[in-house]
């Protein structure tokens, strides 16, 4: 699926080292310099995700294929890029691309980095960002607003989009985000077309000096209690140390340097579990011999569209689908065992699919 998350933030707060840690099929250039990322780096991620090795131990397939997610690197925004400052346009128009935004905040002090903003302050750089998303929002929002305005004086459906932009165009200019304003499922279409980037969930990356990573520090206290109050995550981390840990080909190697970090698991497994959440995103199996795969669906998607993920063909044909729960399959062991057990169901098309599935599925050609 091509559900991205785009790493944003100010210049010189570690974007492009977290892209590095993250990115298994690219490579962002990591330097000092202001605008070392022109162009967006794109990424795939594989989602760690422990029930898929636990599937595989029992089935003994020939390969095993995680599931992945899309990591977009976006280069520094500076106070200004709303209006074209520094690459701000430019920037900003790759932002719109994407669904969800990691927030990358430099919660540290060293001198041989630059920053043009004077003394570390989390609070301050995040609604510096914030407040360029919302400046270009008011742009857009503002714009379809004049263009509906000569449409609703004759119809009465561009008469009511008008009402939703306006409360839009309210919300911002009170210095609020997009994602904070009440609407409804029936709201949201007259605003689709705008992509607008304060509608955008927000997951908050607390990049902290390594004496910092296990305890927290000031910088990343007080960003915490920001984003407590949005009911936003916030996840503490050395992006230095991350990218080092992705780096190592070694598993022994890379057990010894966590373990030297005191650290059970790499942060960045929680950083991509919670860009997962963030996106709404489920996980459901098919286990067989050939392989055992973790495919990503939506929330709330019915039993056809997940048989979509794997070809069109099975969404078009559907005729049934084989289920059985997580839970169950490792607790009988194998397919067959649960099919004795009376565990493996036959659900059609309303059957809404729930995360950590095993399923087959029955279709026409």
């Keep these: 699926m091509a559900l991205q998350a785009g790493i944003i933030g100010l210049p010189n707060v570690g974007k492009s080292t977290l892209f590095n840690a993250v990115s298994n099929s690219a490579k962002a250039q990591a330097s000092n310099y202001r605008f070392c990322t022109i162009d967006p780096n794109v990424g795939l991620v594989d989602v760690p995700d422990p029930r898929l090795q636990k599937l595989a131990e029992l089935v003994n397939p020939q390969r095993v294929v995680p599931t992945q997610i899309e990591i977009v690197d976006i280069a520094g925004l500076v106070r200004g890029s709303s209006k074209g400052e520094g690459l701000g346009n430019k920037f900003l128009a790759n932002i719109r691309e994407v669904d969800a935004i990691i927030h990358v905040i430099r919660c540290f002090e060293d001198e041989n980095i630059l920053r043009e903003e004077g003394a570390i302050n989390p609070v301050g750089d995040k609604e510096i960002i914030e407040t360029e998303l919302q400046l270009k929002d008011l742009e857009s929002v503002g714009k379809k607003v004049q263009r509906t305005e000569k449409l609703a004086k004759t119809d009465p459906k561009a008469k009511a989009e008008l009402e939703i932009l306006k409360r839009c165009l309210a919300h911002l200019e009170q210095g609020k985000n997009i994602r904070t304003l009440e609407l409804t499922k029936e709201d949201r279409p007259a ?119 794997i070809h069109t063909d099975f969404e078009k044909g559907f005729i049934k689908a084989e289920v059985i729960g997580y839970d169950d399959y490792v607790q009988y062991g194998s397919e067959s065992a649960c099919r004795d057990a009376g565990k493996l169901r036959i659900e059609g098309k309303e059957y809404v699919v729930k995360d950590g599935d095993v399923m087959h599925f029955r279709f026409n050609v």
Aim: hydrophobic share 45%.
């Design 191 to 309: 605003i689709a077309d705008l992509f607008l980037l304060s509608e955008k969930p927000v997951l908050y990356v607390a990049n902290v000096d390594e004496a910092s990573m296990h305890t927290s520090n000031k910088y990343s206290d007080s960003l915490a209690k920001v984003a407590q109050n949005e009911g936003a995550e916030l996840i503490v981390m050395n992006n230095n140390i991350e990218a080092q840990i992705a780096e190592m080909e070694n598993s022994e190697d890379k057990q010894l340097f966590m373990e030297e970090y005191q650290m059970k698991a790499p942060a960045l497994d929680r950083l991509i579990h919670s860009a997962y959440s963030l996106l709404k995103l489920y996980t459901y199996f098919t286990a067989g011999v050939q392989e055992v795969r973790a495919w990503t669906i939506q929330h709330g998607w019915k039993a056809p569209q997940a048989a979509g993920v």
